[in-house]
């Protein structure tokens, strides 16, 4: 399937450094959703990447594409308390009829100590 | 504010007991999904709408259900609740394909 993967799984960093997430996946995609998940609570939509873009920034966000290794990265800069959470990438797949679906991975958890 | 809701927040069944979770939204889009979302796992794309049309993922157990009666409205029905079914419940809406999906806060739901 073309469910993507995260990595690391699990992230523990001091509040002011940077954290990096990776996202891979199997086939080729037409966009790519980023989306951060506090504990117990519903999925907040942070950037979507469309394949022919390369870079996209939002606030301290920052995403990459790179659609030949079939992998994006999520960068959050002078990271907080406040970015702790689960953080998700969404691949759709544009070979299934339906491209209503999207495809989350297993996540990576944050943890910024203060 | 709220653009995408969730009733309840959280719901205890007892096990075999039909229960609802219904979701309504004031964004006006065309698409409604479901996911189910156990503990440290990835959501689950159970089924969705786009408008009337329904699209259920093929391991979706038959014990899942869903009714869109209009466009702001959209219920999941478990017909008899397992244990295994104790999950987060998320509803979410896109204004049409393969655009952002709007997740509303979840039903987390206990089965006794």
């Known amino acids: 399937s073309q469910q ?3 990595d690391p799984q699990a992230l523990s960093i001091q509040e002011g450094e940077n954290a990096t997430m990776n996202c891979s996946y199997k086939t080729s995609i037409n966009n790519l959703q980023w989306y951060r998940q506090n504990s117990g609570r519903g999925l907040v939509h942070l950037i979507l990447i469309r394949s022919n873009e390369r870079e996209k920034h939002s606030g301290r966000l920052r995403v990459t594409l790179d659609t030949s290794k079939k992998s994006s990265s999520l960068l959050i800069t002078a990271s907080r308390a406040a970015d702790t959470a689960s953080y998700f990438c969404a691949t759709d797949d544009p070979l ?6 999207f495809y989350f991975g297993s996540g990576t958890k944050l943890n910024v100590k203060p | 504010d709220a653009m995408v809701i969730q009733n309840p927040r959280y719901q205890v069944t007892q096990f075999g007991k039909p229960v609802t979770l219904s979701c309504s939204q004031t964004l006006n889009h065309n698409v409604m999904y479901w996911y ?5 796992q990835a959501p689950k794309l159970l089924f969705h709408y786009y408008d009337k049309d329904f699209n259920n993922e093929a391991d979706t157990p038959d014990n899942f259900q869903s009714r869109r009666p209009n466009t ?7 017909r008899s609740p397992g244990l295994g079914d104790a999950a987060m419940y998320l509803c979410a ?4 394909v393969q655009e952002t999906q709007y997740f509303g806060p979840g039903t987390r739901l206990l089965v006794l």
């Not at chain 2, 189910?36 to 440290?40: A, E, L, V």
């Not at chain 2, 702001?72 to 478990?78: A, E, P, V």
């Open chain 1, 96 to 101: 299934q009829y339906n491209f209503n679906k």
């Open chain 2, 93 to 96: 809406t896109s204004l049409s």
């Open chain 2, 72 to 78: 702001s409205f959209c219920f999941l029905d478990i």
């Open chain 1, 4 to 6: 993507g993967e995260e």
């Open chain 2, 36 to 40: 189910q979302q156990k503990s440290s």
